[in-house]
């Protein structure tokens, strides 16, 4: 079983920065992209930015320039650094890992962290 446990949320003013964190733990299959998502109150989840096993990111429009993300391959371990924050920010964020054994890809999530910015 694999569980994936996120930490680094919480209440910030706009402009002020906040890092999250994701480990991932168990009989864990290849892992090939990790991620994070988000979702506001009202809106479906969306990508926020994903980074491959070989270092390539991703990052939705929005926040580009603003937040990075990076990964620990030893320690299965995914941070988002999110820098100037804003309002619109505000949402669950969730931890996504894609793995893959032979031709078998699986899809983890974690239980979501809050993130808040205040204006």
């Known amino acids: 079983q694999v569980q994936l446990v996120e930490s680094g949320g919480g209440l910030v003013q706009a402009g002020g920065s906040l890092r999250l964190s994701c480990a991932a733990s168990?009989?864990?299959?290849?892992?090939?992209?990790m991620g994070w998502y988000r979702q506001a109150p009202g809106q479906q989840r969306e990508l926020v930015a994903t980074?491959?096993?070989?270092?390539?990111?991703n990052f939705t429009e929005p926040v580009r320039g603003r937040f990075t993300i990076s990964r620990d391959n030893a320690k299965n371990t995914v941070f988002l650094q999110m820098n100037s924050l804003k309002p619109e920010d505000t949402a669950v964020y969730y931890c996504?890992?894609?793995?893959?054994?032979?031709?078998?890809?699986?899809?983890?999530w974690g239980q979501g962290t809050q993130v808040t910015v205040s204006s």
């Open positions: 996504n890992v894609r793995a893959q054994r032979g031709i078998v890809v699986y899809d983890y």
């Open positions: 168990g009989t864990i299959p290849r892992i090939n992209v």
């Open positions: 980074v491959t096993s070989g270092g390539n990111t």
